[in-house]
């Protein structure tokens, strides 16, 4: 891999900051502006503004170009966040929440997008596995920053530096895009209609009520453990975890058929969530969620190697459908887990994790005939 690749892969992944951390920044300004219901409003708009919008911004991508659709998406994304971090009282901290989520810049779209054309051998694997390297490092590191700013100055100044940090790496990004602009939008029919593309976003929903229940698990499981302020080291093992395994197919590339690699992946993802309702202690929890990380990234990086590879020149469009599967798989999740994490803070309550990896390994094995079995692009 070239070194302007790498770059852009972890300028455009800085980028995402302040869009990683939003969950966590809008709780902490709503709950100053108007309590927890005004936290969770608000955190529900941005999430529906952004799965209203990022079809709408993917499929700009290859019609107008990379670098303007991120400049514009951008700026305006910059904007609503700083409204958001000056705003006093419950309706406008909810406005301003959505219009973030609504002007949410599609870079992760249009980096999984750009990848097969950046990559000189043509097997974009090791790539989508250093950006999923990416991913993890951002959101082990992202807390520890929100955290040390909220204790400096407080929720807005940490929302506030999060954008600018953003806003930086996203211009340094733009810079190293290449001249990808005006690409053609192929005819053909619906994505939709692209039987493999229903596997897989079925598939995705799921991972993604998984991944929802699990945000609202861990702060129930730490606090039934006497230990609430011990959720963010849960979440950054986690992280830890999946850092681990995405460097390790980072290191050694991807082997075997592509296919084949999904769904083990997938079953080892499922498997491995079976003993997260185990544990009773934060320690024990730690071995767990650590473990349950390892495949996750690997898994990742496969799932966006197969969603390019399928959906071709429209790969972008596929990815802004993703993402809005993946706010409302999120939200299911979380909706879910909300009522077992106050009943049984932990334990039991995590089966509701197995059960939706457990579905999309059905989908996905029912449906395997639909998928690519290769690796090429």
Not at 15 to 42: D, H, K, N, S, Y
Not at 118 to 125: F, H
Not at 233 to 258: C, D, E, N, T
């Amino acid at each position: 891999m070239n070194v302007c690749l790498f770059g852009l892969i972890v300028c455009l992944n800085l980028a995402q900051l302040p869009v990683a951390m939003r969950p966590l920044l809008i709780a902490l300004v709503g709950a100053e502006a108007g309590g927890f219901t005004t936290a969770g409003l608000a955190s529900g708009a941005a999430a529906t503004g952004m799965a209203l919008s990022a079809p709408w911004w993917s499929r700009g991508l290859p019609r107008f170009g990379d670098r303007r659709v991120l400049i514009v998406s951008g700026t305006l994304f910059l904007a609503a966040e700083l409204a958001l971090a000056a705003s006093h009282g419950p309706l406008q901290t909810i406005g301003a929440a959505a219009l973030s989520g609504l002007c949410t810049p599609p870079i992760s779209s249009s980096v999984r997008s750009m990848l097969p054309h950046l990559t000189s051998s043509g097997d974009p694997s090791r790539a989508y596995a250093v950006n999923a390297v990416a991913v993890e490092t951002v959101y082990i590191g992202s807390p520890l920053w929100v955290s040390g700013w909220v204790a400096l100055a407080g929720p807005a100044a940490a929302l506030v530096a999060s954008a600018l940090i953003g806003a930086v790496a996203l211009a340094a990004g733009i810079a190293l895009v290449p001249a990808l602009a005006h690409r053609v939008h192929p005819a053909g029919p619906s994505l939709l209609a692209i039987p493999a593309v229903r596997t897989l976003g079925a598939t995705y929903l799921a991972y993604w009520i998984c991944m929802g229940a699990m945000w609202v698990l861990l702060p129930a499981f730490a606090a039934h453990a006497g230990a609430p302020h011990q959720s963010g080291l849960l979440v950054a093992l986690w992280s830890a975890g999946s850092l681990a395994g995405g460097l390790i197919m980072a290191a050694r590339g991807a082997h075997g058929p592509q296919r084949d690699r999904y769904l083990w992946l997938l079953a080892t993802l499922a498997a491995t969530s079976l003993p997260l309702a185990m544990p009773t202690t934060i320690a024990a929890m730690a071995v767990a969620i650590t473990l349950f990380g390892v495949a996750l990234s690997p898994w990742l990086a496969t799932n966006d190697h197969l969603a390019a590879q399928v959906a071709g020149g429209r790969s972008s469009t596929l990815f802004g459908w993703l993402t809005t599967a993946g706010q409302i798989g999120s939200a299911a999740g979380a909706t879910l887990a909300g009522p077992l994490g106050d009943r049984y803070g932990g334990g039991p309550a995590f089966l509701v994790v197995t059960a939706a990896l457990g579905i999309g390994l059905a989908i996905a094995l029912h449906r395997r005939e639909t998928l690519p079995r290769d690796g090429g692009a």
